[in-house]
């Protein structure tokens, strides 16, 4: 049996897809999704796979995060809110939620002990650069990752 991973936005675009990669080689999985803009289709392929666990819950619920994190080692922390459109009909909203949300992630992260990647990067970047945008990848930890951690990404930054 490998590692457990915290995955929040796991529903989303990228999570559905780690989420696929890391049951595959033996990890299991929890991931914690609103719902937003994620999708429960996305996650058809894994859907029943014995080793994955779905919250369905806001990374802003300061007690799911604390208990998903718990039980996990290394959390992914994908969750956010996600579009141009989105962001421009509500920017305060989804700013809001980006930040505090992270904020909710990282300090559970920091009382558990556990790493964490962040992926930040803008939507322009990423279309206007895809080598630039993979640069933009940045580790984060609450404590630091071991010489050859496990996180399938690292090298990635
Ligand atoms: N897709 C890209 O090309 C790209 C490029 C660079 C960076 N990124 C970053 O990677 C991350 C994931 O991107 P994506 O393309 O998979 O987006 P996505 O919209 O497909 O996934 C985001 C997921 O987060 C969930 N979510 C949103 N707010 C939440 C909340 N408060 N609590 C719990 N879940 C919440 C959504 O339901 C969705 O499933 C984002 O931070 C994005 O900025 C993506």
Request: glycine fraction near 8%.
């Amino acid at each position: 049996m490998g590692q457990r991973f915290l995955i929040t936005g796991g529903a989303g675009f990228i999570g559905s897809h780690l989420t696929e990669l890391l049951l595959e080689r033996g990890d299991a999985v929890t991931i914690l999704d609103d719902l937003s803009t994620g999708r429960m289709e996305n996650l058809a392929a894994v859907r029943d796979h014995p080793n994955l666990q779905i919250i369905r819950d806001s990374v802003e619920n300061q007690a799911t995060v604390n208990l998903a994190m718990a039980s996990c080692d290394a959390v992914y922390h994908l969750a956010a809110a996600v579009g141009v459109q989105l962001i421009v009909d509500q920017p305060v909203r989804t700013i809001r939620s980006i930040i505090h949300g992270t904020e909710v992630v990282l300090e559970s992260a920091q009382r558990f002990g556990r790493p964490v990647l962040i992926t930040s990067s803008s939507e322009s970047t990423a279309r206007a650069c895809a080598c630039r945008s993979a640069r933009m990848m940045m580790w984060s930890s609450a404590r630091p990752i071991p010489a050859g951690g496990a996180m399938p990404t690292q090298g990635h930054r």
